[in-house]
């Protein structure tokens, strides 16, 4: 069956392409130029930094919590909730004019964010276990290509309009997905009726601190990555204005190059991710960014880094599927948003500290030391993953 004729047959898939199309616009505008935006708020680097932490910080705190009651309670209120923050956030960010108000921005994204092992189960729980891989796939090169409207005219409009024009156009299309989340999705998990207490609450995260002993590998490769790339690559942005003098426009057109390639090797790999084997795309992925990250350190001009955004394009093209594929694939299909969002909770607090820590390097030592930290974390990791991580661990 062809892409066409699937999307044909499952409506429900279409209109989660369609949702992904307009967060794939909404989000990319936000992220093309709210690291300059910070910095001409006044914001050094190391508070970047701590923005992102915090951001990252109001994930982890209830995101496990969400997981696990969705699957008591179903998950389409969890996700039209998820995108109502995400409106909330884009107001905030339309508004701020210091620190204030884009910190609550950058807090409702955060909690935005805790709501994706929802939107993760939803996925799963609409197709069957061997095209998970190729469904993923489908969807975020949907995101990757929509996005690529965002990141190429975020930039452009705000060297022209400035910030707010840009702002404005992020939250109509994140209006856009609510509306399509509350009337076109449906729900995928009907209600256990089983009530969520806040004991049980607190014991969900208690647990994430306790994974099954046959998924330690994977939560420690894939934790060291995190922690690498929150560190470098997750500030690029601000660093490669505030040093090399990059605007948004060119901003812009790195992250569009980066999202046409994601697309493009996603569509033509998402048929092939669950017969090659999850663990060797996390390989593949990881020795293309430590690549790139080598160009980095050594040139920093626009062409070089243009290249670097080709291939971590590229490499995201093997890392999503996979690493979303392998954990849908090996955890209780009854508690699968809980056991998701433990994984991304813990994964989230051993790298927590990073962006800070990336932030004060930079402000101390420069643009190379965070860089090339991140570089020589993400080579160890190749082997953490060779060593650790199988592709199929979970007992039957």
């Known amino acids: 069956m062809n892409t066409l004729e699937w999307l044909r047959k499952e409506k429900q898939i279409a209109y989660f392409i369609l949702a992904t199309a307009f967060r794939g616009i909404r989000d990319n505008i936000r992220w093309v130029i709210w690291q300059p935006f910070a ?10 930094g701590a923005l992102s932490s915090l951001t990252e ?13 969705s699957d008591r309670y179903g998950r389409k209120r969890f996700l039209v909730l998820r995108d109502g923050l995400v409106v909330a956030a884009c107001f905030c960010f339309l508004f701020a004019q210091s620190w204030v108000l884009l910190s609550v921005g950058m807090v409702l994204v955060g909690l935005n964010a805790a709501f994706m092992p929802v939107w993760q189960s939803t996925i799963a729980e609409s197709t069957d276990s061997d095209n998970i891989g190729y469904l993923y796939s489908v969807i975020g090169s949907a995101y990757m290509i929509t996005g690529m409207i965002g990141t190429i005219s975020s930039g452009y409009i705000t060297d022209l309009y400035g910030y707010r024009a840009a702002y404005g156009i992020s939250t109509f299309f994140a209006t856009l997905t609510l509306i399509v989340t509350t009337w076109k999705i449906g ?17 969900t995260l208690i647990e994430t601190f306790k994974p099954p002993r046959y998924m330690w590998g994977y939560y420690i490769a894939m934790s060291v990555d995190l922690f690498a790339f929150s560190l470098g690559w997750g500030l ?26 994601m697309a493009v090797f996603q ?4 048929k092939y991710v669950d017969k090659i084997g999850y663990v060797k795309c996390l390989i593949i992925s990881q020795g293309i960014s430590t690549i790139l990250l080598g160009l980095l350190l050594i040139n920093q001009s626009f062409i070089v880094v243009l290249i670097a955004n080709m291939l971590m394009g590229v490499g995201a093209a093997f890392w999503g599927p996979a690493e979303q594929a392998w954990i849908a694939n090996n955890v209780n299909p009854e508690e699968r948003a809980q056991s998701i969002g433990g994984y991304s ?20 030592f420069g643009y190379h030391v965070p860089v090339g930290v991140n570089m020589v974390i993400a080579f160890i990791d190749i082997f953490l993953l060779w060593w650790l991580v199988k592709d199929k661990v979970r007992p039957d």
């Not at 109001?58 to 009651?69: C, E, K, N, Y």
């Not at 909770?345 to 101390?364: C, S």
């Open 39 to 48: 910095l001409s708020l006044g914001l050094p680097m190391t508070s970047i």
């Open 57 to 69: 910080f109001s994930r982890i705190v209830i995101q496990p919590i969400i997981g696990a009651a």
């Open 267 to 270: 569509i033509s790999l998402g």
């Open 236 to 261: 690029i942005n601000g660093m490669l204005t505030e040093s090399y003098g990059f605007t948004p426009s060119m901003l812009g057109v790195l992250l569009t190059v980066n999202n046409l390639c």
């Open 187 to 203: 729900e995928t998990k009907v209600s256990s009726g089983k009530g969520y207490s806040v004991r049980q609450a607190f014991g």
């Open 345 to 364: 909770t813990f994964r989230g607090l051993v790298a927590l500290p990073a962006p800070l820590i990336g932030g004060m390097l930079y402000d101390n």
